[in-house]
């Protein structure tokens, strides 16, 4: 009879480290037909998130721009409007439906963003800007290669 107690901190263990993996490292994603990996999002979610990215294009746009012309200002307006700042405005209940990987690629691409205007607003170079834009381009590549988006049914 002792074991009994024994028997469900175990059960109550692995259930915690299934919900885990479900919650944080899986979130809600199903195999998708091209390969990658579907998050099922709503509507309102699959909106804010495209939004998102048609900022992320913007900004990368602006940036590259901004090298050419060489107008810094330009180039750290452009970079703060992608940056961490823009997380908070998420619509409730997305962030528990994004998978771990995705979730850290995400922060990659803001703090990167953060790191462009931050690094020029400390006097950083140019060229230091177009480094840091090209390892921009690798985190929007990864995360395109692995992630979709699909309307949940
Ligand atoms: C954390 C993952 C992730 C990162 C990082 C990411 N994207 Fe995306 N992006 C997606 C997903 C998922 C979609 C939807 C694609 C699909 O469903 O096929 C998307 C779609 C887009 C779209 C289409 C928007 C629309 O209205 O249809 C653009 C443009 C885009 N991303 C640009 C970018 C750029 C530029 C970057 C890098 C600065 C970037 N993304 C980084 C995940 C990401």
């Not at 109550?12 to 199903?30: A, D, E, I, Q």
């Amino acid at each position: 009879m002792k074991k009994l107690p024994w028997i469900l901190a175990a059960l109550f263990f692995l259930s915690s480290l299934f919900l885990v993996y479900f919650f944080l490292f899986k979130g809600k994603t199903v195999p998708a037909e091209d390969g990658r990996t579907a998050i099922l999002m709503k509507p309102e979610h699959r909106n804010f998130a495209l939004q998102e990215m048609r900022g992320f294009l913007e900004s990368v746009a602006q940036i590259h721009d901004g090298i050419l012309k060489e107008d810094r200002e330009q180039i750290i307006r452009a970079a703060r409007s992608s940056g961490g700042a823009v997380v908070e405005h998420a619509p409730a209940g997305l962030m528990a439906r994004l998978p771990m990987a995705f979730k850290q690629m995400g922060f990659a691409v803001h703090g990167l963003f953060d790191e462009m205007a931050d690094s020029l607003e400390a006097g950083g170079s140019l060229e230091l800007t177009r480094e840091q834009l090209n390892l921009q381009f690798n985190n929007c590549v990864a995360c395109h290669k692995t992630f979709k988006i699909e309307i949940e049914q």
